[in-house]
């Protein structure tokens, strides 16, 4: 639950950032729009500015709040941790409503996302997420990635929260 909480509330911090800004985009390239191999090849690091041009690109609308870029699209909101990472510390996911609809929600982009993301392995990532109907809290390891799942039903605003934190990061991998 405490992932939660960090990923769905925002941190105060002493840069000279406005919630209102919007995260600064890398360039597109060729590397931004190529889906890695998930055959054992290592995921091409993509920074948290190109991540947010793949998903502004692909058609989210994004802004910024904190140390998080937020992309949305339809009732889906991905967080993408910035910062000056090789690549983002953390990307979540994030939908309102009952157990069935937030998660139903989130399994309808998260194979986008990941893609976009470049998230090593996506496949087996997407396909645990769908393994997990039913349950409040569950996590796995895949690859470089720490998966947490986090469903909230008893609070004003129910909803789930699918978080992949980045295991090689060694500095400033969490909000403030």
Do not use: N
Request: aromatic residues 4%; glycine residues 10%; charged residues 20%.
């Amino acid at each position: 639950m405490s992932t939660a909480l960090l990923i769905g509330t925002t941190a105060c911090s002493s840069d000279d950032k406005t919630s209102g800004e919007a995260p600064v985009a890398a360039p597109t390239s060729a590397a931004a729009s190529t889906t890695p191999s998930e055959a054992g090849a290592p995921p091409s690091d993509l920074s948290a500015g190109q991540v947010v041009a793949g998903l502004t690109g692909a058609g989210y609308k994004c802004g910024r709040d904190g140390d998080y870029a937020i992309c949305t699209t339809g009732p889906v909101a991905v967080w993408v941790l910035t910062g000056d990472h090789k690549r983002p510390p953390v990307v979540s996911l994030h939908s309102l409503g009952t157990a069935e609809t937030a998660t139903s929600e989130i399994g309808k982009v998260l194979p986008q996302a990941l893609e976009i993301a470049h998230v090593v392995p996506a496949q087996k990532i997407t396909e645990w997420f769908g393994q997990q109907a039913g349950k409040t809290t569950a996590q796995v390891t895949e690859g470089d990635w720490q998966v947490e799942l986090s469903v909230e039903t008893d609070t004003e605003e129910p909803g789930a929260h699918l978080s992949l934190m980045d295991r090689l990061c060694k500095a400033d991998c969490t909000a403030e």
